[in-house]
Structures are given as structure tokens and as C-alpha cells.
């Protein structure tokens, strides 16, 4: 399984199929808020169906039981990957996997928990979200509760990938957005790096976006991101 996740941003089945048509090899992709509530549900089966593995990012947080309720008709659907908001707390994750293990047909997907998103700076969460200390400390916490409460990893910057593996052992993954090539914009994210950096600091999985969707030859540019996550 690819180390880099290609995030489908896009707004419509037809982007999605043009996309993914010129590769003839199984990849990994984010399925995200953008091209679910656009699409529906049913975009990840078709997805799975051209043979590609799915990261389901919608970032479940409610209460224990209505996580539960979700994540058991969101594993029917053969996504790889799922994730919740560290920010709801140990019982609403645990309350995740268990909804998971009830609705899996086969092996549950794996299940993470987003930490601090790569649009949050010091000064934000500080200032506007009222949590003290630095990000690092942060989302060390969180992922210690995640990884308390069961989950599979943590979604993160890559400038916290090895400060959780440290605290949490190279086994708990860390899945890292904010991927920019170095000629690309850094757009509204703030916690940003570049595939190689990503490497350097230990990242299981990487999401890319607009470097790789809005590249002239994507495929080329994939397996470029690629060869250095794996080299």
C-alpha cells in the first residue's frame, strides 16, 4: 500500500473517474467533506470498485453514542480508513471502534483521530479555541488519548510525527496533510512541509492535494512523491 494519499478534492463523480483513469495501478485517496456532500455516499464504493484504497475523512464529533451509530453504517462501505476528533474524548472514540467492529463486513477499517488541524497555529488555538501551551503539546496529548482509547493513529502535521511516536511507538501511525511541493502555494494551511521533510520525520502517510491533482501530468508527479516516501 502507497505511503502517499491523494486527496480528491473535487466536486463531482466525473472529476473523480477522469482522475483516477490514467493510473493503471491501485493507489491510495482521501475521500473528504468537499466530494462526499457533493457525491454522496456512494463515492467510496465506486472508488473501491476501480480497485483504489479510501481514506474516508469527515472527522466524526458528537457524542459517544451518536459516533457509535455513524461509524457502524459508515464501515458497511469499505473504506480503509476512518477518522474522528481527538477533541471528543476517550469515550467517544472508543464508542468509534466500537460502532466499527459491529458494522464491518470483514476486517473493521482502520480507524484514526485528527489532532490539531494544519490550518491551526499557536496564536489560534491559543487565542480563539482557549487550549494553553504550545501545538506540539497538544496534539501529544491527543494522541495519547487516542491511542488510550484504542485507535489505530493520529492524523498530524509532519512537525509532530515524531514527537508521537515517541510518546505513542513507531506502530501508532501518523497520517500527515499539509504537503506542498516547494514551488506550490501553501494555501490556507499553516503547518506545512515537503514530501522530503515528511520522510526525514518518520510520517506513515502523507496526503497530498493540489500538488499532484492540479499538476500537468499527475500520475508523473504521484510517483515522484511517492519514490521519495519510499526511497
Same mark, same amino acid.
Given at each position: 500500500?502507497?505511503?502517499?494519499?491523494?486527496?480528491?478534492?473535487?466536486?463531482?463523480? +466525473?472529476? #473523480?473517474? %477522469?482522475?483516477?483513469?490514467?493510473?493503471?495501478?491501485?493507489?491510495?485517496?482521501?475521500?473528504?467533506?468537499?466530494? &462526499?456532500?457533493?457525491?454522496?455516499?456512494?463515492?467510496?464504493? !465506486?472508488?473501491?470498485?476501480?480497485?483504489?484504497?479510501?481514506?474516508?475523512? /469527515?472527522?466524526?464529533?458528537?457524542?459517544?453514542?451518536?459516533?457509535?451509530?455513524?461509524?457502524?453504517? !459508515?464501515?458497511?462501505?469499505?473504506?480503509?480508513?476512518? %477518522?474522528?476528533?481527538?477533541?471528543?474524548?476517550?469515550?467517544?472514540?472508543?464508542?468509534?471502534? =466500537?460502532?466499527?467492529?459491529?458494522?464491518?463486513?470483514?476486517?473493521?477499517? !482502520?480507524? *484514526?483521530?485528527? &489532532?490539531? !488541524?494544519?490550518? #491551526?497555529?499557536?496564536?489560534?488555538?491559543?487565542? +480563539?479555541?482557549? *487550549?494553553?501551551?504550545?501545538?506540539?503539546?497538544? #496534539?501529544?496529548?491527543?494522541?495519547?488519548?487516542?491511542?488510550?482509547?484504542? /485507535?489505530?493513529?493520529?492524523?498530524?502535521?509532519?512537525?509532530?510525527?515524531?514527537?508521537?511516536?515517541?510518546?505513542?511507538?513507531?506502530?501508532?501511525?501518523?497520517?500527515?496533510?499539509?504537503?506542498?511541493?516547494? &514551488? =506550490?502555494?501553501?494555501? =490556507?494551511?499553516?503547518?506545512?512541509?515537503?514530501?522530503?521533510?515528511?520522510?526525514?520525520?518518520?510520517? =506513515?502517510? *502523507?496526503? #497530498?492535494?493540489?500538488?499532484?491533482?492540479?499538476?500537468?501530468?499527475?500520475?508523473?508527479?504521484?510517483?515522484?512523491?511517492?519514490?521519495?516516501?519510499?526511497?
Amino acid at each position: 500500500m502507497s505511503k502517499t494519499i491523494v486527496a480528491l478534492d473535487f466536486s463531482s463523480r +466525473q472529476e #473523480v473517474e %477522469n482522475f483516477l483513469r490514467p493510473f493503471d495501478e491501485p493507489i491510495f485517496v482521501k475521500i473528504g467533506m468537499e466530494l &462526499t456532500y457533493a457525491c454522496g455516499l456512494d463515492i467510496v464504493p !465506486l472508488v473501491k470498485d476501480m480497485g483504489h484504497h479510501v481514506f474516508l475523512d /469527515l472527522k466524526l464529533h458528537d457524542i459517544p453514542n451518536t459516533v457509535k451509530g455513524g461509524m457502524k453504517n !459508515l464501515a458497511k462501505l469499505g473504506a480503509d480508513i476512518v %477518522n474522528v476528533h481527538a477533541a471528543g474524548g476517550i469515550p467517544m472514540m472508543e464508542a468509534a471502534l =466500537d460502532g466499527l467492529a459491529e458494522g464491518a463486513q470483514g476486517k473493521r477499517p !482502520l480507524c *484514526i483521530a485528527v &489532532t490539531q !488541524l494544519t490550518s #491551526v497555529s499557536q496564536e489560534m488555538m491559543n487565542n +480563539q479555541l482557549g *487550549i494553553s501551551g504550545t501545538v506540539i503539546d497538544c #496534539v501529544k496529548h491527543y494522541a495519547q488519548n487516542a491511542k488510550a482509547a484504542g /485507535l489505530d493513529g493520529v492524523v498530524c502535521s509532519v512537525h509532530e510525527a515524531k514527537a508521537i511516536h515517541d510518546v505513542c511507538g513507531k506502530e501508532f501511525l501518523t497520517v500527515t496533510p499539509g504537503i506542498r511541493l516547494l &514551488t =506550490d502555494d501553501r494555501g =490556507d494551511q499553516k503547518r506545512v512541509a515537503t514530501p522530503e521533510y515528511a520522510k526525514e520525520q518518520g510520517c =506513515d502517510y *502523507i496526503v #497530498v492535494g493540489r500538488s499532484i491533482t492540479k499538476s500537468d501530468d499527475p500520475v508523473k508527479t504521484y510517483h515522484q512523491i511517492e519514490e521519495i516516501m519510499e526511497g
